[in-house]
C-alpha cells in the first residue's frame, strides 16, 4: 500500500514540476520575446519600421496639409511685412535692405515647409545612429540562463507535493502577469511609433511658423518634441541594458519563489521605466 502511495506522490510531484517549469519557461519567453522585439524595432526610422504606413502619412501630409500650411505661411509672410511697415514709420524710414530681408525670410520659410519631411526624416536618422551606437556598447542578455532553470528543476524536485503546489499555482499567476506585462512593454514600442507617425503627418503646419519670430516658438517646440521622440529610443535602450544586468544577478536559491517574483519585479521596473522615458525625453528636450 506505502509503495502505491509512494509512487502517486512521485507522479504528482513530476506533474507538479513539469507544470512550474511550463509556467516559469512561458513567462520568460513572454517577456524576452518583447524585450528582444524592442532592441530591434526601437531603431527603426518611420520609414523603415513600416514603409506602407509612412508613405500614406506622407502622401496625406502632401496633399492635405502643405495647402493649409501654405495658407498660414501666407497669412505670417502677409504679418511680418505689416510688422516692418509699421516699425519703420509706415516707410518713411524705408530701406532697401527691409525688403530684402523679408523675402529671403520669407524664402526659407518656403524651403522649410516643401521640405518638411527631409528634415523630419533627419532628425530620426540623428536619432537611429545614436541607438545603433549604443546598442553596440550595450551588451548582456536579458534570458534566464538554461542553466539556472536546470538547477531550479533539481531544486523543484527535492520539495514535497505540498510546497509544489503552492508554488505550482503562483509560478500560474506570476505567468499571467508576466503575458500582461509583455503586452504593455508591446504597447509602449508601437505606441510610440505610432505617435513619431502622427507627429510626421503635421509636420508642415509648425514648419511655416518660422518665418515670424513671434510665432517661431511653435515650430521650434515641435522640433524639441521630434527630437524627444527620436531620443527616447535611446533611452530605451538604456531601459534594456540596465534590465539585462539586473536579470542576470537574480540567482534561483533554495527560496524559488522569492527568486521568481524578483524576476518579476524587475520585469515591472521595466514597464515602469518604459513609460517614463517619453516624460523625461521631453522634459530633457524642453518640449512641451
Known amino acids: 500500500m506505502q509503495a502505491i502511495l509512494d509512487q502517486i506522490a512521485d507522479w504528482l510531484k513530476g506533474m507538479l514540476v513539469d507544470g512550474i517549469m511550463n509556467n516559469l519557461t512561458g513567462m520568460f519567453d513572454a517577456v524576452n520575446q518583447q524585450v528582444s522585439d524592442v532592441a530591434s524595432q526601437v531603431g527603426n526610422t518611420p520609414q523603415n519600421f513600416s514603409p506602407g504606413v509612412f508613405s500614406m502619412i506622407r502622401n496625406i501630409s502632401e496633399s492635405v496639409i502643405i495647402p493649409i500650411a501654405g495658407l498660414f505661411l501666407t497669412f505670417i509672410a502677409c504679418y511680418e511685412l505689416i510688422q516692418l511697415i509699421i516699425e519703420h514709420n509706415n516707410l518713411a524710414n524705408f530701406e532697401t535692405w527691409i ?128 527630437f524627444a521622440l527620436g531620443f527616447q529610443g535611446f533611452l530605451i535602450m538604456i531601459c534594456i541594458g540596465i534590465y539585462a544586468v539586473m536579470i542576470q544577478s537574480v540567482t534561483f536559491t533554495d527560496d524559488i519563489m522569492m527568486s521568481i517574483w524578483g524576476v518579476m519585479g524587475y520585469t515591472v521596473l521595466l514597464c515602469f521605466a518604459l513609460f517614463k522615458t517619453g516624460s523625461l525625453a521631453r522634459s530633457v528636450m524642453s518640449a512641451h
Not at 162 to 180: A, K, N, P, T
Open 99 to 226: 525688403i530684402f530681408k523679408w523675402i529671403f525670410k520669407t524664402t526659407i520659410a518656403v524651403m522649410l515647409v516643401t521640405h518638411t519631411f527631409d528634415i523630419t526624416m533627419a532628425v530620426f536618422d540623428v536619432a537611429q545612429h545614436v541607438v545603433d551606437a549604443s546598442s553596440g556598447l550595450i551588451s548582456g542578455s536579458t534570458e534566464v540562463d538554461a542553466a539556472a532553470l536546470a538547477d531550479l528543476r533539481t531544486t523543484l524536485e527535492t520539495l514535497e507535493v505540498g510546497e509544489l503546489l503552492g508554488i505550482f499555482m503562483q509560478s500560474f499567476i506570476v505567468q499571467i502577469c508576466s503575458m500582461i506585462l509583455s503586452v504593455v512593454i508591446f504597447v509602449i514600442v508601437y505606441g510610440r511609433m505610432m505617435e513619431i507617425y502622427l507627429m510626421t503627418s503635421l509636420a508642415p503646419i509648425p514648419f511655416s511658423t518660422f518665418g515670424n519670430r513671434e510665432q517661431s516658438h511653435i515650430g521650434q517646440n515641435y522640433l524639441r518634441s521630434l
